[in-house]
């Protein structure tokens, strides 16, 4: 029998100690469930090759090199006139930042003619608005070279079995050169294949040389390139990959404002920005004089270190005052904290994890954020139904997943997920799943929900699972109440998907910035049993073996 830790978390903790912050930026049993923080450490890289400027669509870029001097940073966020202001520090008193969300915190007074009709948009996006023009303008001359590799001959002749195992494989850049010419021939297939090729050869090709090239296994890359159909998005998805998101942080609301947060650390020689326009809560780091996982702003527990990406699955929560909530994958636990600040303090917050030293930095962080109202606990989630059944308002399910949204932080999952392991993924994702919905209780005044969130970016550990829980129990998907993100997928391939999947939303490194993720928002409508013939649907497509996704 699973031991149950319960410890109600009274008061804001001493110090934190080297144990208590292990958990935080550095996962201890599942080291690719990292999506709870942004570590600042860089990782090292294997390949040599040149690196892609992210676009930024809507959240931001690192590249910020001018960094306004900390005074005339001050200057600015003192514009924001709440120093007077005597709001409680909730979520709701943050609305002042909506005036701070328009001002210019970056000190930076260019104003090139690109900028003409950017006004409404973040410094940053503005920014990133240039890196765009810039980006766009590399394309051109980079579809320009590419044109000339292949304009010698109409056709591309397809490499033989030799040359393809030969030394072109260490080449990084002739090998680049490769997959640009295969995917040229790939996009006007009938005019340059050579004749009696198919096109199955030349992907093939393509599939071997982006494994070489990018450091993956088979098996992954073949689903990222069903993901994005062989085109330019497989690329510029690949290339993020490969390159470390903005560091961001979440303020803590029960403790501070971000407007006199930001000014705190600036004060210490951090340049920092709001985040984006969807948080109110987020800032970014683009850089610092002092360790910002270290500051006495956040010994205080002022705020955590958090991937922006992690800011989602708790604002499609929406976790209200006084409710019973359930974080059922919780550790290291910054998005309990979140929570606990959303419940003002309030109710009762549940957070639960499998590993006990993941969940000993679920208590520290905890401490440190002030959080009073919560019950650490350490149990399999699937046991919930029978400790806690039908008790709860909501629940998070932030998954154990693959991590293949957040490849950056973890590069020896390219070769480590295969399909046994994948395989292994949804079938505890689908338990847990069916666990957190049959803990909820339908009947909830103001409540019923489970959101479901993973870092992966495979259609086998989301739409997949989410699918299955809709066969498998009386539940609906609703709006996640996002701002930003894409679709998920109805039709993927071979599978069709029931049509409400497209509520869910997906994020990705190359469109987002953020870290590759997944939220979908389910309303619990009955508390009943669904019929046995019902449930044995979802049971058969599990049981083909392949998470209810064609290869
Ligand atoms: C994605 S991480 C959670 C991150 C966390 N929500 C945060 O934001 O800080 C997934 C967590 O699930 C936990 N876990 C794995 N299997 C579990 C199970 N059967 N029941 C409960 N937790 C589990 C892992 O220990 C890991 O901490």
Partial sequence: MPKIVTKKVKKVGKKRSADDMAGEDAPVVEKMATNGS???????????????????????????????????????????????????????????????????????SDSSDEDDGDDGLLPVEKKSKKLDQKAAADKRLADEELQL????????HLPTSDELDSALKTDLNALKGRISDVMQVLGDFKKRKEPGRSRSEYVDVLHKDLCSYYGYNEYLMERFMNLFPIGTELIEFLDANDVQRPVTIRTNTMKTRRGELARA????????????????????????????????????GHY?????????????????PNEVVLDMCAAPGGKTGHIAALMKNTGTVFANDASLPRGRAVVGNLHRLGVNNAVVSNLDGRMFPKVYRQGFDRILLDAPCSGTGVIWKDESVKMSRDKIDIQRR?????????????????????????????????????????????????????????????????NFRENRFHPSLKLTRRYYPHVHNIDGFFVAKIKKLSNKKMDEKKEDEGENEAEQGNGGVEA
């Fill in 38 to 108: 942004v570590p600042v450490a860089k990782k090292s890289k294997k390949l040599v090759k040149k690196k892609k400027v992210i676009k930024p669509k809507r959240v931001l870029a690192k590249e910020e090199p001018e960094i306004p001097t900390p005074k005339k940073k001050v200057a600015l966020f003192e514009q924001d006139g709440d120093d007077d202001e005597a709001e409680g520090l909730d979520e709701a008193a943050d609305d002042d930042f909506d005036t701070f969300d328009n001002d210019d915190f970056s000190g930076d």
């Fill in 149 to 156: 590799n292949i304009a010698d001959s109409e056709t591309y």
């Fill in 265 to 300: 650390l600036i004060n210490r020689g951090m340049n920092v920005d709001p985040a984006a326009k969807w948080t109110k809560v987020g800032l970014v780091v683009y850089d610092s004089q002092v360790p910002v996982g270290a500051t006495p702003e956040y010994l205080a």
């Fill in 304 to 320: 955590t270190l958090q991937g922006l990406n992690s800011l989602l699955p708790v604002m499609a929560l929406a976790p209200q």
């Fill in 426 to 490: 949804w079938t505890l994702q689908r338990e847990l799943i069916l666990a957190a919905i049959d803990s909820i209780d339908a009947k909830s005044k103001t409540g019923g929900y489970l959101v479901y969130s993973t870092c992966s970016v495979l259609v086998e550990e989301n739409e997949a699972v989410v699918n299955y829980v809709l066969k498998k129990r009386h539940c609906k998907l609703v709006d996640t109440g996002l701002e930003i993100g894409v679709e998920g997928f109805v």
